[in-house]
């Protein structure tokens, strides 16, 4: 049987955004390399800090901290993904064939998430063989993983169809990828953060990343589902944002 | 070539009553449109006639306040997807992927409009063709001429063959090479039966391509017609140079343009007749130039004073 049309726009769509990501490989290879050599580097750090509650402690905050960091970081290839369609005006190019608003969204997005979800598992997989983090619920972990991962391209959707410029993007990524990951608890563990950085904590993603991949590793399934489902919240909060504003069209704009 | 997707007394493209308004001022302000099978319209205007917000209109790009498109017998506004489909558009603005090559380009546009397989192929290789692409098919986009940019461009919105086309000043600042190979795939287009619409400052490509001619003026259509029917009644000019000065019995000739010097310039609406009377009547001149009117008087008139002209044109 023949595939239908969809069928057709969606592989056509999903092979162009594929080779568009691998026609420039160098943000997508720094963000996966990065974190291995952090990881490398900060473990004893970790480990020191947190020697009171054993070594297993200490690998569980490196990997995940550098987990959540580097995936917020790598928002950026995401939301420069959609900015650049903007930019090159191909967008409208693509609105004004037969494809819909949803096939062109789920496809430009689909190469993003294969990224973090490779990112995200070479980060713990990398953690398991080195230093020997042990995963207490493989499934719950996977199920963190997919939520954050999630949550990720929601907001770099969001940003890439709101920020006006590759400038604003970058700063956005820079100063929120740190300011977010230092807040939730990826840099430096909760428990040393000032009191007010700890009570601000929950409005940062990173924190419900953060515990969803700690309880996911422990094998704690109750505040891991609880932290996944804020996650999955934050996901369909700024989908939505960004599908309206891309949706609604900007050609026209005077800013790039 | 093949025939077009859809035909018959339908097809073609039918617009109507455009409104679109940003704020307080109207970017379409009733403008209305109709094209047939097998017609190149030219579409001209000043820069903010409202041309380039009808093609977007009409490609779904934006959602008019108010009025009515069909594209080859599809309500667009009721069924912008399947209108769409229909439709193969050329933006005014060159929007290609740097790092993607002529070819991908040429693939991707052309499996989104549904072409497949050997027929996608065929397609490609096809406009490549007529396009003068074939040479640069594997070359990114960013590494092309502007010329070459042009025609990539042109060939994303023709790789299928779709019963409306909308090209918004496809020649825009191109090279002759470039002028010529899309003028003629234009024309075999339109001659295979498709419905195209065509934007453009360079009114004498329309004459080249035999288009009729619409005039947009503050978002709406101040004239349309064959060009012969329109240019009617415009005036061409006999310009006349004499070996001293002008003839005192030929000065009458020259009312309408005056005399200087040694050249008496008279605007008419038949130059040839204008000419025989004029050498009738004793003149000797040294040097000749008639010219007769085009459509950038057309054009001239009607943006000049279109309330006027727009009455008295035939519409």
């Not at chain 2, 006349?240 to 605007?267: I, K, N, S, W």
Request: net charge positive; charged share 15%; with cysteine.
């Amino acid at each position: 049987m023949a595939p239908s049309g969809t069928a057709v726009r969606l592989a056509a769509l999903s092979r162009h955004n594929a080779t568009l990501m691998l026609r420039e490989p160098g943000p997508v290879l720094s963000r996966l390399i990065m974190p291995l050599v952090m990881i490398v580097l900060l473990r004893p750090l970790y480990l020191s800090a947190l020697a009171r509650h054993g070594v297993q402690a200490g690998t569980v905050q490196v990997v995940t901290g550098m987990l959540v960091m580097f995936s917020l970081l790598a928002l950026s290839v995401v939301g420069t993904a959609i900015l650049t369609e903007r930019t090159w005006r191909t967008w409208d190019r693509l609105r004004a064939t037969p494809a819909r608003s949803g096939e062109l969204l789920a496809t430009k997005a689909l190469p993003g998430f294969g990224m973090l979800a490779v990112q995200q598992a070479e980060v713990l997989l990398f953690g398991v063989v080195a230093f020997g983090l042990r995963i207490a619920d493989p499934i719950l972990l996977a199920a963190a993983v997919l939520s954050w991962a999630l949550a990720l391209l929601g907001i770099g959707t969001a940003l890439g169809a709101t920020l006006r410029s590759q400038s604003e993007l970058n700063m956005a990524y820079d100063i929120g990828g740190v300011l977010l990951s230092a807040l939730g608890g990826a840099l430096v563990p909760l428990s040393v953060l000032p009191r007010w950085a700890q009570a601000a904590a929950p409005v940062s993603p990173g924190y419900w990343a953060m515990s969803a991949l700690r309880a996911a590793v422990a094998g704690q399934a109750g505040p891991a589902l609880r932290a996944m489902a804020v996650l999955v919240a934050v996901a369909a909060v700024t989908t939505a944002l960004g599908a309206w504003r891309i949706t609604r069209g900007w050609a026209r704009s005077t800013h790039l | 070539m093949s025939r077009m997707q859809d035909g018959g007394p339908t097809a073609g493209l039918v617009a109507g009553g455009l409104v679109k308004r940003y704020g307080r001022s109207a970017a379409l302000d009733g403008f209305g449109l109709s094209v047939s099978p097998g017609e190149i319209a030219g579409l001209v205007g000043h820069n903010g006639a409202g041309k380039s917000t009808f093609v977007d209109t009409v490609s779904g790009l934006i959602r008019p306040d108010a009025g009515r498109v069909s594209v080859a017998g599809i309500d667009a506004l009721a069924h912008p997807r399947q209108a769409r489909a229909r439709l193969g558009v050329c933006p005014q603005e060159t929007g290609l992927y740097p790092r993607l090559t002529v070819g991908e380009h040429l693939r991707l546009f052309g499996a989104l409009a549904g072409l497949r397989r050997a027929a996608l192929r065929r397609a490609v290789d096809r406009v490549a063709e007529q396009l003068c692409l074939t040479d640069v098919l594997g070359r990114p986009a960013g590494l092309l001429s502007g010329g070459q940019r042009k025609r990539s461009q042109a060939a994303t919105a023709l790789v299928a063959e779709t019963p409306v086309l909308l090209l918004d000043e496809p020649t825009a600042g191109a090279d002759p090479q470039t002028r010529q190979a899309l003028l003629a795939v234009v024309a075999e287009r339109a001659a295979a039966g498709a419905a195209v619409v065509y934007t453009t400052h360079y009114l004498p490509e329309l004459e080249e391509l035999g288009a009729t001619l619409a005039v947009a003026r503050a978002g709406r259509i101040i004239a349309r017609g064959g060009q012969a029917a329109l240019l009617s009644g415009l005036a061409g000019t006999v310009n006349v140079r004499f070996d001293g000065p002008v003839p005192g019995q030929l000065r009458r000739y020259g009312q309408v343009c005056g005399v200087t010097g040694d050249e008496l310039r008279v605007a008419t609406s038949d130059p040839p007749a204008t000419l025989a009377r004029l050498l009738a009547a004793g003149a000797a001149p040294v040097s000749i130039d008639v010219s007769r009117p085009g459509l950038d008087d057309l054009y001239a008139a009607l943006i000049r004073d279109s309330a006027p002209a727009s009455a008295a044109l035939p519409g």
